[in-house]
């Protein structure tokens, strides 16, 4: 088919618009819009979120989404915080990216819900999102339809929660309950009711006053409505209207025991009067019948008291002695009983003066008076298995012991067969029989102790003197002062005559170093003149 030049050219101008149009198109948008902007698709639209040559704004944007800019505008909401608020809507929610690009994009993990206004706290931090913000806690029908928005909630518990109390209490939930436990109301003030809680109401349980009834289908828990204007409204009447309905006049919160009328009651009347801690005892203590006139046998302190010490002091007939000999009714303790009363059972003399009763007396937290008199009944035998029974027969400390100072000794050494001579006889009990073994500690050594000088003390002769392995060192030395020697010259293989007489012993006797140590030499193998002399 042929063309005229015009029609050709014509051709052509339309095909090049065309062209230049699509490509036009394309530069202007980078990509579609998601599902939520589709109905803004195309060129003839796009100032509607775009300023002219500009890129999206704040502005455009709240223009449309109306809801956000309502928060915004008063101040409340994520959109609406500080770290939010001045931000452009399009550095979070940026769009031409494909229909099925999700322009909402929240990481539960990081998302930091105190922005919003409302901080998670107790359960509702253990919540998952979805829990909360789901459709039917919306009451905008416009964002109710909206689906898997984050709007439109109230932060009044009721918006979420049942009203358990139906419409009887304030709908401020918080004032009475917390976040961690909805049944716990710990923020609840009685005292700011008609019925403020005192004496004993105290302590009754909610539940006891507050009964649960069926209100409208539904089980329910009356907190209001009900009537306290007499006592006899919850308590019942034990004494069936014989003294009115003002129980008032008798009773009162603390206890409802305690009778008002008998605090004019003079009890010196009877033959019992009330002294000391009998004045602080409720009367039903001792009139459990419940009937104050019914008598009760009070003879005795054991008429209304336990017996604390199980017979511990009961006679031989069988009879007990009354509490009152030891006791007084202004309380348990003291006791009054004497030091010469113990006296007559037990002689108190010297340390024992001061040792106070509990030291003896009570054991395991109680108290106990079947003591034996034996010293090891109160006190460790700190001897035991070291010291043989014929010098410590039947355990008895007081052998060598006495009350006023533990360390005193009167032990008669000789009764050991090694009588205590000299510097013995002034020596400590410690320093022979009480030493330390290879870990350092303090031990006993009374048993097994020989008679031979070596075993207290050092040879510092290097068993230069030794017989048959043992060194007699009385053949030298007495006990009066170790320094002194007794030990004659002459009786030795070398006789001291002429200058010998006079010369010194250090002299003759000097240290010497070996195998065996440092020690003075006495004994010479030779005793020629020239083992000294030149």
């Known amino acids: 088919m042929a063309f005229s030049t015009r029609t050709y050219q014509f051709l052509l101008l339309a095909g090049l618009f065309i062209s230049v149009c699509f490509n036009v198109s394309a530069q202007i948008s980078p990509g579609d819009?998601?599902?939520?902007?589709?109905?803004?698709?195309?060129?003839?639209?796009?100032?509607?979120?775009?300023?002219?040559?500009?890129?999206?704004?704040?502005?455009?944007?709240?223009a449309c989404h109306k809801e956000i800019k309502v928060e915004i505008d008063a101040h409340k909401g994520f959109h609406s915080s500080r770290e939010v608020g001045q931000k452009n809507c399009a550095v979070c929610h940026s769009d031409h990216h494909g229909r099925n690009f999700d322009m909402i994009r929240l990481n539960k993990k990081l998302f930091n819900h105190n922005l919003t206004g409302f901080v998670l706290k107790g359960e509702h931090a253990k919540q998952e999102c979805a829990k909360c913000h789901k459709p039917e806690f919306i009451k905008d029908p416009v964002l109710k339809k909206r689906a898997g928005t984050y709007l439109g909630l109230s932060q009044n518990c009721l918006?979420?929660?049942?009203?358990?109390?139906?419409?009887?209490?304030?709908?401020?939930?918080?004032?009475c309950h917390n976040f961690n436990s909805w049944k716990n109301a710990t923020g609840f003030d009685h005292s700011k009711t008609k019925f403020p809680l005192l004496g004993k109401h105290r302590t009754v349980k909610c539940i006891d006053c507050h009964k649960f009834e069926v209100l409208n289908g539904k089980k329910f828990q009356r907190f209001n409505g009900l009537k306290f204007d007499n006592c006899t409204a919850c308590h019942e009447d034990v004494h069936k209207n014989k003294f009115g309905q003002d129980c008032k006049r008798c009773h009162t919160e603390e206890s409802f025991f305690f009778n008002k009328?008998?605090?004019?009651?003079?009890?010196?009347?009877?033959?019992?009067?009330?002294?000391?801690?009998?004045?602080?005892?409720?009367?039903k203590e001792c009139h459990k019948s419940g009937k104050m006139t019914d008598p009760i046998k009070h003879d005795q302190c054991?008429?209304?008291?336990?017996?604390?010490?199980?017979?511990?002091?009961?006679?031989?007939?069988?009879?007990?002695?009354?509490?009152?000999q030891c006791h007084t009714n202004d309380g348990f303790t003291?006791?009054?009983?004497?030091?010469?009363?113990?006296?007559?059972?037990?002689k108190l003399e010297g340390a024992h003066l001061a040792t106070s009763c509990v030291a003896c007396h009570k054991k395991d937290d109680h108290w106990t008076?079947?003591?034996?008199?034996?010293?090891?009944?109160?006190?460790?035998?700190?001897?035991?298995?070291?010291?043989?029974?014929?010098?410590?027969?039947?355990?008895?400390?007081?052998?060598?012991?006495?009350?006023?100072?533990?360390?005193?000794?009167?032990?008669?050494?000789?009764?050991?067969?090694?009588?205590?001579?000299?510097?013995?006889?002034?020596?400590a009990c410690a320093e022979c029989h009480y030493a330390k073994n290879e870990k350092g500690v303090?031990?006993?050594?009374?048993?097994?102790?020989?008679?031979?000088?070596?075993?207290?003390?050092?040879?510092?002769?290097?068993?230069?003197f030794e017989v048959e392995g043992k060194t007699n060192c009385a053949r030298c030395h007495g006990f009066d002062k170790f320094e002194n020697s007794k030990f004659d010259h002459n009786t030795s293989r070398f006789k001291l005559d002429g200058a010998h007489a006079t010369v010194k012993c250090e002299e003759c006797h000097k240290?010497?170093?070996?195998s065996k140590g440092k020690y003075i030499q006495y004994k010479f193998n030779d005793i020629a003149c020239a083992t000294c002399h030149k």
């Not at 003291?334 to 037990?346: A, L």
């Not at 001897?383 to 009350?403: A, L, R, T, W, Y």
């Not at 075993?455 to 510092?460: G, L, N, P, Q, R």
Request: overall charge positive.
């Open 369 to 427: 008076f079947k003591v034996s008199k034996r010293c090891v009944s109160c006190h460790k035998n700190e001897h035991e298995g070291q010291i043989e029974d014929k010098f410590m027969p039947n355990k008895d400390c007081s052998i060598c012991h006495n009350v006023n100072n533990w360390h005193e000794i009167k032990f008669d050494h000789d009764k050991t067969g090694y009588k205590l001579e000299g510097e013995h006889a002034n020596t």
């Open 442 to 464: 303090r031990t006993q050594q009374f048993k097994g102790l020989t008679k031979e000088c070596s075993s207290c003390h050092k040879d510092s002769h290097a068993g230069q």
């Open 302 to 324: 054991q008429d209304c008291h336990k017996d604390y010490h199980n017979g511990e002091f009961k006679h031989r007939d069988g009879t007990k002695p009354d509490c009152n």
């Open 159 to 175: 918006s979420c929660h049942e009203d358990y109390h139906q419409g009887k209490l304030s709908s401020k939930c918080a004032e």
């Open 334 to 346: 003291p006791s009054t009983f004497t030091i010469e009363k113990h006296n007559k059972k037990f």
């Open 261 to 283: 009328s008998m605090k004019s009651f003079n009890h010196d009347k009877t033959n019992f009067k009330l002294i000391g801690e009998h004045r602080q005892v409720d009367c």
């Open 511 to 514: 240290p010497v170093m070996d």
């Open 33 to 62: 819009l998601s599902k939520s902007h589709a109905n803004l698709e195309g060129v003839s639209n796009c100032t509607q979120c775009h300023s002219v040559g500009n890129k999206v704004t704040r502005e455009k944007c709240l």
